[in-house]
Each structure stands twice: as C-alpha cells, then as structure tokens.
C-alpha cells in the first residue's frame, strides 16, 4: 500500500510513476484524494457534534440540580424543563447525525481502503518505463552449450531415462501436471537439497510454513483483491472465512510478522522456505513449451527478509547475488535481467530476473525474480518495528526464487544431456544421489 502523505504531498508524481508501470490510475488516486477530504471532513463533525453532546450533557446535570434546588423551595421551573427537554431534543437530534455521519463513514472507508488496496507499487526511479521490451540485460555468465549431435527436448530425455511421467500426471490431476518417478524424483529432491544448504550455510533461517493460507495473507503480499480469482481457493462448508492454496511461499512469509512491532536490533531477519507452489495459470499451447516450463504445482524455494529502509538496497543485492551464485553454481549459462517498470509485479518497486538457457526452447526462461517490495507490503500488513531513538517505521520486504525447480530441471537436462541420451549430474548433485555422476537408462 502506498503512502497516501506521498499521494497528498505530489499526486502527479505518483500518477506518473504508475503510468511507467503502464497502470492508468489517474481516476482512482483523484477519488483517494476526494475520499480523504470527505473522510477527514466527517471525522472533524463527528467529533465537534460529539463534543457538543457531551456538552449538553454536563448542562443538563447542573439543570437537573438547579431544578432540585428550586423545586425544594417552592420556586417555578418550567423555564429549567423547557432547557432540559431543549437539551435533550438536540442530543436526539446529535445521535442521529452522528449515526448517519458514522454510516457514511464506514462506506466512505471501505471505498478508500478498497481503492488504496488497488494501487500497484511506485517503481523505483531508476527503472526504465514501459514493458518487457524495455528490460535491460546485466550481465552473462557461462558458455552457452554447445553440441556435436541434435540436441533432445527435454520431455523425450525425461520419458526416455524414466525421469517424469507426463501421461500419468494429467491423468491424475488435469493437463499442467507431471509426475516425478524413480531418479527424476531423487534427482528433484537433490535439487531441493542443495537450495537449501546453499541457504543454510549462508545464515538464511529454514522455514516450512502452512500450504493453505487466509485471506488476509494475500492481502498483504499483494495479491488480493486485485488477483483474487487466480489463486486455488478452497472451500469449507464449517468457515466462511477464504482459504487458498499458496501460489509462493512468498504470500505466507510476507505475513510472518503482520501487525507486530520488531526491534531495530531483530533487523534483518532472514528466512528461506521450501514449499510447492499452485498456480490456476493455464500455462501455454506452444509447441515450444510443452513438458515441465509451466505447470499449476512446482517446487520452489524461496528466500525473504525483513529489513529496515536504510538497508533494503544492500539485502536486494545480497539476494541476487545468492540466486546467481545457485544458478552459476550448477554449471549453467545465465543472464541477469533488470526489469522495466512495466514489467515488475504489482507489489514491487525493482526486480531482476535470472534467467537460463533451455536449448529446445532457443531462449531464456526466469528461475529466479528478485524483488524489493520496500514498505508497500508493510504497509498492507501494518508490520513495524522501533527505531533505537523510539520511532516507530514501517519495515521494508524484499523476496527471491532460490530457485524454482519447474525451469531448472528441463535446463539441467537439456545442457548436460550426451549423444547416447543419458545425462551429466551437475558436480553439486552428486552427494544427494549417492556419488551418481550419469544418469541413463
């Protein structure tokens, strides 16, 4: 959520800054700002007509004892009755305001909040506007493969080595699904392994957090209302409160600390988690990217911290740094890819993506985004902490694929496969999979 001291001090900026992410949301932030006049508008009469009963009330105290008073000595008091019911007609009269003015208000900031909710991230200025077209290359790292025979999709490699079995996964869960068996699932699982000492040993906290998740965690990633619809909900006739499959671990750990104040000392937590991940994306019909490349459940490791403003730059590059490092550190040619505007998530305000080769597809495909979400999702999830002078800021987030398996398994057996169809187990696998250096048939 944005800062709406940001959106009063220079609304054109953020208008601005939101048309580089190509979001038209000129209409909406104007209404913010009407919302917020009218909000604090009623505020202020509330207050004063509150006020102004209280007052009414104390007077008719004294009235009541000035009538006890006269009627004590035989004196008239129907000029105090006429008062006293004056009083009290208004204070009638003040209820219904303030009831009137306090339903207003409930509709007013439930529209403000909705409207609030909906505005994406500022992008960081440095970025460039527009879309994907506009995502600048930083670096390659690694030789491209190269090979002296007609390289195999990597959907024949894993039928053919036994690896996945495609045909069984639709029959179990619908088209988008794939099954590991025999060493593809040892070879997964070794993958996950290596993510996950590779976070260990860098100090990374390990955490396996629920797979179904409350509304209000999407809502603080960033994903709801907005993205509401593309998400696995899950019913449950017992509570009517919204449950959903996580789509990254990214949506639970964000919430981890939602409506707590931390410490500048705690600061920077950092956290990796393993879990799968459940999209409703319908993935693609190119021929190009048919077999694992896109898929409604995949394994994913994720990486998170919680840090203060002051050092959320150096965690975004420490974060990208280890996902090169996962990548370099498993033989494969990368390029990391500084994201346009346009093409960061809406929660975002930077994002490089790394990106590997996979041969049959002639073109590289993300496996890891990094991205620095500053304060916005704080803001959403009220998550602070104390300064050491006391002052109480919102912390910033910053997560990291550390790294999805889903891209990195096709990739890894397509660069190491060899003309006679086995496959090459990347150095740093081999512990995992008991010294095993090839895997054929």
């Known amino acids: 959520m944005l800062d709406i001291r940001r959106i009063k001090e220079n609304p054109d900026a953020v208008k601005a800054g939101l048309r580089a992410k190509e979001v038209d949301c000129d209409a909406t932030i104007d209404r913010i700002l009407e919302l917020d006049v009218q909000i604090r508008g009623l505020k202020t009469s509330t207050e004063g007509k509150t006020a102004e009963k209280n007052k009414l009330a104390k007077e008719n105290g004294k009235l009541f004892g000035q009538k006890k008073s006269a009627e004590r000595q035989g004196q008239d008091t129907s000029a105090l009755d006429a008062q006293i019911e004056a009083n009290k007609q208004r204070s009638i009269a003040l209820d219904a305001e303030i009831a009137d003015e306090a339903a207003l208000l409930r509709e007013l900031?439930?529209?403000?909040?909705?409207?609030?909710?909906?505005?994406?991230?500022?992008?960081?200025?440095?970025?460039?506007?527009?879309?994907?077209?506009?995502?600048?290359?930083?670096?390659?790292?690694?030789?491209?493969?190269?090979?002296?025979?007609e390289p195999k999709h990597h959907v024949d490699l894993c039928t053919s080595l036994g690896l996945i079995d495609y045909e069984r996964g639709v029959k179990l869960a619908g088209s988008g699904n794939w099954m590991y068996t025999g060493m593809g699932a040892r070879l997964e699982w070794a993958l996950l392994n290596y993510f996950i000492d590779m976070h260990t040993a860098d100090g990374y906290e390990f955490i396996l957090p629920p797979h179904m998740l409350e509304y209000?965690?999407?809502?603080?990633?960033?994903?709801?209302?907005?993205?509401?619809?593309?998400?696995?909900k899950i019913a449950n006739p017992t509570d009517d409160r919204m449950h959903y499959m996580l789509p990254t671990a990214e949506a639970a750990l964000a919430s981890v600390y939602r409506d707590e104040i931390l410490t500048e000392a705690e600061l920077p937590k950092k956290y990796f988690a393993y879990t799968p991940c459940f999209r409703r994306e319908a993935g693609s019909h190119r021929a190009d990217e048919r077999g694992m490349v896109r898929g409604h459940q995949f394994n994913k490791v994720e990486m998170f911290q919680f840090t203060t403003p002051e050092t959320s730059d150096e965690a975004f590059d420490e974060l990208v740094t280890k996902a090169e490092k996962l990548v370099e550190g498993l033989g494969f040619h990368f390029r990391t890819v500084k994201l346009a505007a346009g093409d960061c998530s809406a929660s975002m305000a930077r994002t490089y993506d790394i990106e590997i080769l996979i041969p049959s597809m002639d073109g590289y495909k993300e496996v890891s985004s990094v991205s620095n979400a500053r304060d916005y999702q704080a803001r959403r999830g009220n998550i602070r902490y104390r300064r050491a002078d006391g002052k109480i800021d919102f912390v910033h987030t910053l997560n990291g694929s550390g790294l999805a398996t889903s891209r990195i398994f096709p990739a890894l057996v397509e660069q190491n496969q060899r003309a006679d169809g086995s496959i090459v187990v990347p150095e740093c696998l081999r512990k995992y999979l008991g010294g095993l250096e090839i895997i054929e048939k």
């Not at 909705?114 to 690694?142: F, H, I, T």
Request: proline share 10%; hydrophobic share 35%; charged share 25%.
């Open 109 to 149: 900031s439930a529209e403000y909040r909705v409207a609030m909710l909906s505005l994406p991230n500022l992008p960081d200025a440095d970025l460039l506007p527009g879309g994907k077209e506009n995502n600048q290359p930083l670096r390659y790292v690694g030789k491209k493969p190269e090979f002296d025979f």
């Open 216 to 232: 209000q965690c999407g809502e603080t990633a960033g994903q709801f209302p907005k993205f509401a619809d593309e998400v696995y």
